[in-house]
């Protein structure tokens, strides 16, 4: 059975940095593609990130792209556990929402057609 633990949310001040974890296990889960999506009250969930299973590709939303990094453990450590990271700077406002992480068996896509999610982790940035 797959599990994902999020954590490193918070509350933040515009332009300061957080790093969020997630904590993946499962059958062969270094395998999976990983990604964070984060969503607000009465809007769709957002794609932000996503990263193949060997790490070597990252995918972002135009928002993001030169704030934001993901990033995994190397998937020849552990094949049941691994982790994603998703380093955030320069946080705007607008960064605002509940963040979850998500994983599928094949290549990272933005849409949410993911096999596992998070419970989510909630980040906020004040002005």
């Known amino acids: 059975q797959v599990q994902l633990v999020e954590s490193g949310g918070g509350l933040v001040q515009a332009g300061a940095s957080l790093r969020l974890s997630c904590a993946a296990s499962g059958p062969t889960i270094s395998r999976y593609a990983m990604a964070w999506f984060r969503q607000t009250p009465g809007k769709e969930r957002e794609f932000v990130a996503a990263?193949?299973?060997?790490?070597?590709?990252?995918?972002?939303?135009?928002?993001v792209r030169d704030r934001f990094a993901i990033s995994r453990d190397s998937a020849l450590r552990d094949s049941t556990k691994n982790t994603v990271y998703l380093q955030m700077n320069s946080l705007k406002p607008e960064d605002t929402a509940v963040y979850y992480c998500a994983v599928r068996s094949g290549p990272p896509i933005a849409t949410p057609n993911y096999d596992y999610w998070g419970q989510g982790t909630q980040v906020t940035v004040s002005s």
């Open positions: 990263i193949n299973w060997t790490g070597g590709r990252t995918y972002y939303t135009d928002s």
